[in-house]
């Protein structure tokens, strides 16, 4: 197990902008690891690279769904459509949440950990994560929606 430390909001490294992973190397695979770790020992549904201190475009997620930790490897919203409004909140802004405006539908594709495109489709809290997690990768966090 290796628990890596979670950047918290005011620390720069959560505005930068974060590089497309060029080859997943072994490294990128123990980060990966590492990430899916640190996150599930946060109790959180999504984490993403930033988050620990790298700038590269990954990020995972587990909404508790049958299909455990999804990998998502330069990611690329493709599609988003709807709206939906809920409480989200983020490990690097801890005990706080809000209602926070998003699309009910995204369409992403992305690279998992072999290197294998996918197309996912997704809805309600699993398309709310994976557009939070996206931004991350922007240096966007969800509290910049707070008017
Ligand atoms: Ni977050």
Redesign the pocket.
């Known amino acids: 197990m290796a628990i890596r430390k979670i950047r918290l909001n005011g620390d720069e490294v959560l505005r930068k902008k974060c590089k497309p992973v060029k080859e997943i190397t072994n490294r990128t695979l123990k980060l990966i690891k590492d990430m899916g770790e640190t996150m599930y020992e946060a109790d959180g549904v ?3 690279a930033p ?1 620990v201190g790298i700038l590269q475009r990954i990020f995972v997620i587990d909404v508790y769904d049958d299909n455990g930790l999804r990998v998502f490897i330069n990611p690329e919203i493709l599609e988003v459509s709807g709206s939906q409004k809920g409480p989200e909140g ?4 801890p005990n706080e949440e809000a209602e926070i405006e998003r699309p009910n539908y995204v369409k992403v594709k992305a690279l998992n950990e072999k290197g294998e495109e996918f197309v996912l489709e997704a809805t309600e809290l699993l398309a709310r994560a994976i557009l ?2 996206n931004d ?1 990768l922007d240096g966007k ?2 509290i910049d929606y707070i008017k």
């Not at 983020?90 to 802004?93: E, G, I, N, Q």
């Open positions: 999504g984490l993403a988050q983020c490990l690097s802004v939070h997690e991350h966090l969800y």
